[in-house]
Protein backbone atom coordinates (compact mmCIF):
# COMPACT_ATOMS: atom_id res chain seq x y z
CA UNK A 1 0.00 0.00 0.00
CA UNK A 2 1.07 3.69 -0.94
CA UNK A 3 0.91 6.80 1.54
CA UNK A 4 -1.97 7.86 -1.42
CA UNK A 5 -3.80 5.07 -0.78
CA UNK A 6 -4.90 6.90 1.94
CA UNK A 7 -7.30 9.97 2.24
CA UNK A 8 -5.64 13.04 4.50
CA UNK A 9 -8.10 12.44 7.08
CA UNK A 10 -6.97 8.77 7.13
CA UNK A 11 -3.73 9.84 7.27
CA UNK A 12 -4.45 12.40 10.18
CA UNK A 13 -5.89 9.70 12.31
CA UNK A 14 -2.83 7.45 12.21
CA UNK A 15 -0.14 10.77 12.70
CA UNK A 16 -2.02 11.50 15.61
CA UNK A 17 -2.40 7.57 17.09
CA UNK A 18 0.34 5.30 16.84
CA UNK A 19 2.08 7.21 14.23
CA UNK A 20 2.68 6.93 10.62
CA UNK A 21 5.85 4.42 8.98
CA UNK A 22 7.16 4.73 5.73
CA UNK A 23 9.60 3.73 3.23
CA UNK A 24 11.86 7.25 1.71
CA UNK A 25 14.75 5.09 -0.29
CA UNK A 26 16.71 2.82 2.25
CA UNK A 27 15.49 4.66 5.31
CA UNK A 28 11.75 3.54 7.12
CA UNK A 29 10.48 6.87 8.97
CA UNK A 30 8.21 6.69 11.66
CA UNK A 31 6.49 10.10 12.01
CA UNK A 32 3.80 11.48 14.97
CA UNK A 33 1.96 14.76 14.42
CA UNK A 34 -0.89 16.52 15.02
CA UNK A 35 -0.25 19.51 12.48
CA UNK A 36 -3.51 19.69 11.30
CA UNK A 37 -2.41 20.27 7.52
CA UNK A 38 -0.06 18.13 7.00
CA UNK A 39 -1.43 15.00 6.47
CA UNK A 40 -2.23 17.04 2.80
CA UNK A 41 1.02 17.63 2.55
CA UNK A 42 2.28 13.77 2.63
CA UNK A 43 -0.63 12.87 0.63
CA UNK A 44 0.62 14.75 -2.52
CA UNK A 45 4.25 14.47 -1.85
CA UNK A 46 4.86 11.25 -0.36
CA UNK A 47 1.57 9.75 -1.92
CA UNK A 48 4.09 6.66 -4.23
CA UNK A 49 6.23 5.80 -0.90
CA UNK A 50 5.28 2.33 0.25
CA UNK A 51 3.21 2.58 3.51
CA UNK A 52 3.71 0.41 6.51
CA UNK A 53 0.94 -0.88 8.51
CA UNK A 54 0.87 -2.02 11.81
CA UNK A 55 1.94 -4.68 13.24
CA UNK A 56 5.33 -3.10 12.29
CA UNK A 57 8.10 -6.20 11.51
CA UNK A 58 10.78 -3.09 10.71
CA UNK A 59 12.94 -1.56 12.26
CA UNK A 60 12.22 2.42 11.75
CA UNK A 61 15.52 3.99 10.94
CA UNK A 62 13.82 7.45 12.50
CA UNK A 63 11.69 8.56 14.87
CA UNK A 64 10.42 11.35 14.52
CA UNK A 65 7.63 13.90 16.04
CA UNK A 66 6.14 17.03 14.58
CA UNK A 67 3.60 19.19 16.87
CA UNK A 68 2.76 22.22 18.10
CA UNK A 69 3.66 22.96 21.88
CA UNK A 70 1.15 22.17 24.46
CA UNK A 71 -0.57 25.14 26.46
CA UNK A 72 -1.15 28.73 25.21
CA UNK A 73 1.65 28.78 22.77
CA UNK A 74 -0.80 26.18 20.73
CA UNK A 75 -2.93 29.43 19.98
CA UNK A 76 -0.60 32.62 20.39
CA UNK A 77 1.37 32.88 17.23
CA UNK A 78 1.24 28.89 16.87
CA UNK A 79 4.42 27.47 16.39
CA UNK A 80 6.07 23.75 15.23
CA UNK A 81 8.48 21.62 17.22
CA UNK A 82 10.48 19.10 15.26
CA UNK A 83 12.05 16.04 17.28
CA UNK A 84 14.48 12.96 16.82
CA UNK A 85 13.77 10.30 19.32
CA UNK A 86 12.30 12.95 21.01
CA UNK A 87 15.24 15.70 21.24
CA UNK A 88 15.22 19.15 19.67
CA UNK A 89 17.36 20.67 17.11
CA UNK A 90 15.71 23.55 15.76
CA UNK A 91 14.29 26.27 17.23
CA UNK A 92 10.36 26.24 16.77
CA UNK A 93 9.10 27.31 13.46
CA UNK A 94 6.00 28.65 12.55
CA UNK A 95 2.70 26.41 12.15
CA UNK A 96 2.29 26.98 8.69
CA UNK A 97 5.62 25.84 8.15
CA UNK A 98 5.84 22.63 9.29
CA UNK A 99 6.64 20.95 5.60
CA UNK A 100 10.04 23.17 5.16
CA UNK A 101 10.37 22.11 9.10
CA UNK A 102 9.82 18.39 8.46
CA UNK A 103 12.18 18.19 5.23
CA UNK A 104 15.10 19.77 6.83
CA UNK A 105 14.63 17.57 10.28
CA UNK A 106 14.78 14.57 8.06
CA UNK A 107 18.15 15.91 6.05
CA UNK A 108 19.37 16.94 9.72
CA UNK A 109 18.59 13.29 10.73
CA UNK A 110 20.19 11.18 8.14
CA UNK A 111 23.58 13.80 8.25
CA UNK A 112 23.49 12.88 12.19
CA UNK A 113 23.03 8.91 11.58
CA UNK A 114 24.43 7.67 8.78
CA UNK A 115 28.41 7.81 8.51
CA UNK A 116 28.26 4.68 7.34
CA UNK A 117 27.82 6.51 3.71
CA UNK A 118 29.90 9.17 2.07
CA UNK A 119 27.11 11.73 1.83
CA UNK A 120 27.71 14.88 -0.26
CA UNK A 121 25.85 18.01 -1.04
CA UNK A 122 25.05 17.31 -3.98
CA UNK A 123 21.61 16.46 -6.37
CA UNK A 124 22.55 13.06 -8.06
CA UNK A 125 20.06 12.09 -11.41
CA UNK A 126 20.41 8.44 -13.29
CA UNK A 127 20.26 8.28 -17.12
CA UNK A 128 21.42 5.45 -19.43
CA UNK A 129 21.80 3.21 -16.44
CA UNK A 130 24.79 5.26 -14.83
CA UNK A 131 24.41 8.56 -12.33
CA UNK A 132 25.20 11.99 -12.98
CA UNK A 133 26.05 13.57 -9.66
CA UNK A 134 26.03 17.56 -9.20
CA UNK A 135 27.68 18.70 -6.02
CA UNK A 136 26.34 22.49 -5.46
CA UNK A 137 27.37 25.37 -2.78
CA UNK A 138 23.77 27.77 -2.15
CA UNK A 139 23.36 29.43 -5.04
CA UNK A 140 24.70 27.52 -7.73
CA UNK A 141 21.72 26.06 -9.16
CA UNK A 142 22.18 22.68 -8.01
CA UNK A 143 18.25 22.39 -6.85
CA UNK A 144 17.11 24.03 -9.84
CA UNK A 145 18.88 22.21 -12.17
CA UNK A 146 18.11 19.16 -10.43
CA UNK A 147 14.44 19.41 -10.86
CA UNK A 148 14.76 20.22 -14.67
CA UNK A 149 16.25 17.17 -15.37
CA UNK A 150 14.16 15.28 -13.39
CA UNK A 151 11.43 17.14 -15.32
CA UNK A 152 12.87 15.75 -18.31
CA UNK A 153 12.75 12.55 -17.81
CA UNK A 154 16.13 11.60 -15.58
CA UNK A 155 15.46 9.31 -12.83
CA UNK A 156 15.44 11.42 -9.41
CA UNK A 157 17.94 9.63 -6.73
CA UNK A 158 18.28 12.55 -4.27
CA UNK A 159 18.46 16.81 -4.64
CA UNK A 160 20.06 17.39 -1.30
CA UNK A 161 22.38 14.14 -0.60
CA UNK A 162 24.43 11.83 -2.69
CA UNK A 163 24.58 8.51 -0.69
CA UNK A 164 27.49 6.60 -1.90
CA UNK A 165 27.94 3.15 -0.42
CA UNK A 166 31.74 2.16 0.08
CA UNK A 167 30.34 -1.83 -0.01
CA UNK A 168 27.93 -1.41 -3.23
CA UNK A 169 30.52 1.03 -5.00
CA UNK A 170 27.22 2.93 -6.56
CA UNK A 171 24.63 6.35 -4.98
CA UNK A 172 21.68 4.40 -3.38
CA UNK A 173 18.13 6.62 -4.20
CA UNK A 174 16.56 8.36 -1.51
CA UNK A 175 13.96 10.52 -3.88
CA UNK A 176 11.77 13.02 -2.19
CA UNK A 177 10.09 16.59 -2.85
CA UNK A 178 12.78 18.84 -4.30
CA UNK A 179 13.19 22.47 -2.40
CA UNK A 180 13.09 25.18 -4.68
CA UNK A 181 14.01 28.86 -3.31
CA UNK A 182 13.21 32.24 -4.15
CA UNK A 183 13.44 32.81 -8.27
CA UNK A 184 13.79 29.30 -8.65
CA UNK A 185 10.37 28.26 -7.88
CA UNK A 186 8.93 30.77 -11.04
CA UNK A 187 12.05 29.46 -13.02
CA UNK A 188 10.82 25.96 -12.87
CA UNK A 189 7.09 26.72 -13.46
CA UNK A 190 7.71 28.43 -16.61
CA UNK A 191 10.12 25.38 -17.47
CA UNK A 192 7.50 22.79 -17.26
CA UNK A 193 3.73 24.23 -16.86
CA UNK A 194 3.06 20.30 -15.76
CA UNK A 195 5.57 21.05 -13.02
CA UNK A 196 3.33 19.77 -9.52
CA UNK A 197 4.50 22.71 -6.96
CA UNK A 198 3.25 22.91 -3.67
CA UNK A 199 2.65 26.38 -1.39
CA UNK A 200 4.80 28.63 -0.97
CA UNK A 201 6.56 29.26 2.45
CA UNK A 202 8.02 32.71 2.57
CA UNK A 203 10.25 34.26 5.18
CA UNK A 204 12.05 30.89 5.77
CA UNK A 205 15.91 31.25 6.89
CA UNK A 206 16.29 30.37 3.01
CA UNK A 207 13.84 32.80 1.98
CA UNK A 208 10.53 31.42 -0.11
CA UNK A 209 10.61 27.85 -0.33
CA UNK A 210 7.99 25.53 -2.06
CA UNK A 211 8.66 21.79 -3.17
CA UNK A 212 8.50 19.59 -6.44
CA UNK A 213 6.67 16.39 -6.18
CA UNK A 214 9.65 13.86 -7.10
CA UNK A 215 8.54 11.58 -10.06
CA UNK A 216 6.01 8.61 -9.12
CA UNK A 217 8.75 6.15 -11.61
CA UNK A 218 11.93 7.60 -9.68
CA UNK A 219 9.93 6.43 -6.21
CA UNK A 220 9.08 3.42 -7.48
CA UNK A 221 12.63 2.42 -8.59
CA UNK A 222 14.09 3.84 -5.14
CA UNK A 223 15.44 0.56 -4.67
CA UNK A 224 17.96 0.70 -7.78
CA UNK A 225 21.31 2.35 -7.31
CA UNK A 226 23.20 3.73 -9.81
CA UNK A 227 27.45 3.57 -10.11
CA UNK A 228 28.91 6.91 -10.71
CA UNK A 229 29.88 8.23 -14.31
CA UNK A 230 29.62 11.75 -14.22
CA UNK A 231 30.25 14.89 -11.72
CA UNK A 232 29.67 18.10 -13.11
CA UNK A 233 29.73 21.36 -10.99
CA UNK A 234 27.43 23.78 -11.95
CA UNK A 235 27.37 27.57 -11.41
CA UNK A 236 24.77 29.61 -12.23
CA UNK A 237 25.90 33.12 -13.27
CA UNK A 238 22.76 35.38 -14.60
CA UNK A 239 23.11 36.24 -18.10
CA UNK A 240 26.03 34.93 -19.06
CA UNK A 241 26.66 32.56 -21.54
CA UNK A 242 26.38 28.77 -21.06
CA UNK A 243 29.92 26.26 -21.25
CA UNK A 244 30.59 23.16 -20.04
CA UNK A 245 34.80 22.51 -19.75
CA UNK A 246 36.36 19.32 -18.68
CA UNK A 247 38.12 18.94 -15.41
CA UNK A 248 41.80 17.52 -14.49
CA UNK A 249 40.70 14.87 -11.66
CA UNK A 250 42.81 15.88 -8.94
CA UNK A 251 40.85 19.23 -8.87
CA UNK A 252 37.85 17.11 -9.17
CA UNK A 253 38.59 14.96 -6.13
CA UNK A 254 39.22 18.32 -3.87
CA UNK A 255 36.04 20.13 -4.49
CA UNK A 256 34.16 16.54 -4.29
CA UNK A 257 35.78 15.86 -1.01
CA UNK A 258 35.19 19.52 -0.10
CA UNK A 259 31.13 18.99 -0.89
CA UNK A 260 31.14 16.27 1.69
CA UNK A 261 29.62 16.59 4.93
CA UNK A 262 31.38 13.57 6.28
CA UNK A 263 34.43 13.00 4.65
CA UNK A 264 37.18 13.55 7.66
CA UNK A 265 34.84 11.43 10.01
CA UNK A 266 34.67 8.72 7.39
CA UNK A 267 38.65 8.53 7.45
CA UNK A 268 40.61 6.17 4.66
CA UNK A 269 36.90 4.92 3.46
CA UNK A 270 36.12 8.64 3.21
CA UNK A 271 38.85 8.90 1.12
CA UNK A 272 38.54 5.57 -0.99
CA UNK A 273 34.81 6.80 -1.54
CA UNK A 274 36.16 9.78 -3.54
CA UNK A 275 38.65 8.17 -5.35
CA UNK A 276 36.88 5.34 -6.50
CA UNK A 277 33.62 8.19 -7.62
CA UNK A 278 36.30 10.67 -9.25
CA UNK A 279 38.16 7.45 -10.83
CA UNK A 280 34.98 6.29 -12.38
CA UNK A 281 33.81 9.65 -13.73
CA UNK A 282 34.08 12.16 -16.27
CA UNK A 283 34.26 15.26 -14.18
CA UNK A 284 33.14 18.69 -15.73
CA UNK A 285 32.64 22.52 -14.70
CA UNK A 286 29.26 24.11 -16.09
CA UNK A 287 28.92 27.73 -15.59
CA UNK A 288 25.21 28.62 -17.11
CA UNK A 289 23.08 31.64 -17.37
CA UNK A 290 20.05 30.26 -18.74
CA UNK A 291 18.38 26.80 -17.49
CA UNK A 292 17.26 25.17 -20.77
CA UNK A 293 21.06 25.84 -22.28
CA UNK A 294 22.32 23.95 -19.46
CA UNK A 295 19.29 21.20 -19.57
CA UNK A 296 20.52 20.97 -23.12
CA UNK A 297 24.21 20.59 -22.46
CA UNK A 298 23.75 17.95 -19.57
CA UNK A 299 21.43 15.95 -22.30
CA UNK A 300 23.80 15.48 -24.89
CA UNK A 301 26.80 14.99 -22.05
CA UNK A 302 25.21 11.62 -20.91
CA UNK A 303 23.67 10.00 -24.00
CA UNK A 304 26.48 7.66 -23.59
CA UNK A 305 25.88 4.66 -21.26
CA UNK A 306 29.30 4.94 -19.98
CA UNK A 307 32.24 7.58 -20.62
CA UNK A 308 35.57 7.16 -20.21
CA UNK A 309 37.26 8.94 -17.53
CA UNK A 310 40.62 11.12 -18.34
CA UNK A 311 43.66 10.66 -16.50
Request: aromatic content about 10%; proline content about 9%.
Amino acid sequence: MNIGQLSPKELGHHLQSGGLRWVIGPFVIHLRSHVPDFPEYLHKFYGENQLLMPPWNDIADFHLTLNPPLGLRRYWRPKVHFRLDGNAFFTPFPLDHAPPLFEWGLNMAIAARCNHWLLLHAAVLEKNGVALVLPGTPGAGKSTLCAALALQGFRLLSDEFGLYCPQQKCFLANPRPIGLKNESIDVIRAFNSQAVLGQEYPNTRKGTVSYLQPPALSVHNAHIGATPAWIVFPTFIDNQPTCLEKLPQAESFMRLAANAFNYETMGVIGFECVTDIVQHSLAMQLRFGRLEEAVTLLQDLTQSTRPIPET
